[in-house]
């Protein structure tokens, strides 16, 4: 070893010096002497490779990465942050935001006992989900309902109970990858059904499912293609004919709606994504759909559909690995009686986004800009979409801010935004940084332009 590295190792500051610093110290004392002195150990393990790299760091570089490892231990997890991407329905921000009812409603149910399993009448125990199937009746007219963790969870459950050693019948075009690695093939054989394709990738006919019937056909399996969207010489059965034919044949008919809603985004410019309601007046006996996408609630994995196939996925002994936790029911409780009595739009922050006007977006980005007061702000169109594998090439037209960089690179700009206080998640666009008006939720606007505003002034 040369006699400069061999210098520099001896030089890297002991524990003790590290837990001395001044940035370091009052960190240190809010956590474990075992956990401040395991951080300060691992530092010096880094200091050691990286002079032995021939990169050496300086003792305040050690200190400060000490002073950074334990703050982002004791930052609060999971740090709140300001959705101005313009995708409402997003998986790497935590989905959808629950309205502020369903939200104490879960914060209640999280911090105190509730009845949960028991009946408020006799004090005997009673179903964990009969104030959810209760809900869901109402709404859709489903003669049972059950809840569990995700809509992967309910489309495992649903095929386990219903179809282990069967075949299940899936289009060719169905047969697709959702995202985060749930792929219809792979789900129906961890279920321990098997997979029988029809059809071709774009047209599948009635009468294709038809003819693979046979003595071992457990169901036909419907699946919303999600996130991809396939247009020009496509063709398929609507959910009623294969209903009719599941019934002839005496097999289930199962469909995963994925983003399961009961408003029609139609309503909203939109094009048609399928409703719960139609599912089940269509006959189906199974449907399954997440709580998290368009239905604006907690995730959750929702299964409605006929009496007898409903209860036998709940007595199946994956409903009790799988099965929704008592905020999560509460949570969902909450954002379904938002439906009930007809508030859904303006209480359910996914559908609140949808039915924004451009004009009121245009009128917010005016007056954001107005306050920001900077000639690196504009106002301009953009598009919105709602993301979540619901709606696939469909946007919803929106107003943002361009936020013009003071260094020619938006990466960086969009980097401090991300790093603010608070965190803002701003959407890169052709070398623009935008800040889009139709993901900042209602009570946002302040906190949104406190952040802005920082990071215009640590730019100029
Ligand atoms: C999103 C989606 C799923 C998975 O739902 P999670 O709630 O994320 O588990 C399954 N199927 C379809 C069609 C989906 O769109």
Known sequence: MDPNTASALRAIPSIDAILANTVVAPLAERVS???????????????????????????????????????????????????????????????????????????????????????????????????????????????????????????????????????????????????????????????????????????????????????????????????????????????????EIAEQHGVLMIEDVGSGTLLDTAQYGLSHEPTLQESIAAGVDLVCASGDKLLGGPQAGIILGRAGAVDRLRRHPLARALRADKTALAGLGATLQHYLVGEAEEHVPVWWMISRSVEWLRDRCDSWSKVLASDRVTVVGSEAVVGGGSLPGMTLPSVALSVATSDGSVSRLAREMRLGDPHVFPRIEHDRVLIDARTVLANQDDALLRALTSVLHANT
């Not at 199937?133 to 809509?151: C, I, K, M, Q, S």
């Not at 054989?189 to 009635?206: D, F």
């Open 33 to 243: 002497t075992r956990t401040a002195i395991e951080t300060a150990r691992s530092a010096q393990a880094r200091a050691r490779a990286a002079i032995l790299s021939g990169e050496p760091l300086t003792a305040a570089d050690v200190s400060a990465m000490v002073g950074a490892e334990l703050r982002a231990l004791l930052n609060p997890p999971y740090p709140e942050i300001i959705n101005a991407t313009g995708v409402i329905i997003q998986t790497n921000l935590g989905r959808a935001p629950v309205s502020a009812p369903a939200g104490m409603a879960m914060e209640r149910a999280a911090s105190n006992f509730i009845a949960l399993e028991t009946e408020l009448e006799t004090g005997e125990r009673g179903g964990r989900g009969n104030d959810i199937r209760r809900l869901f009746t109402a709404l859709t007219g489903a003669e049972d309902a059950l809840v569990v963790n995700n809509n992967a969870a309910a489309v495992m459950l649903a095929l386990s109970a219903t179809s282990a050693g069967g075949e299940v019948i899936v289009s060719r075009g169905e047969a697709v990858e959702i995202g985060g690695g749930f792929r219809i093939p792979d789900v129906l054989r961890q279920s321990g059904a098997t997979l029988v394709e029809v059809g071709t990738t774009n047209r599948t006919y009635a009468r294709d499912y038809a003819a693979a019937l046979t003595g071992t056909t457990t169901a036909i399996l419907r699946v919303h293609a999600s996130n991809f969207a396939m247009s020009g010489f496509v063709s398929r059965p609507s959910v009623r004919e294969l209903t």
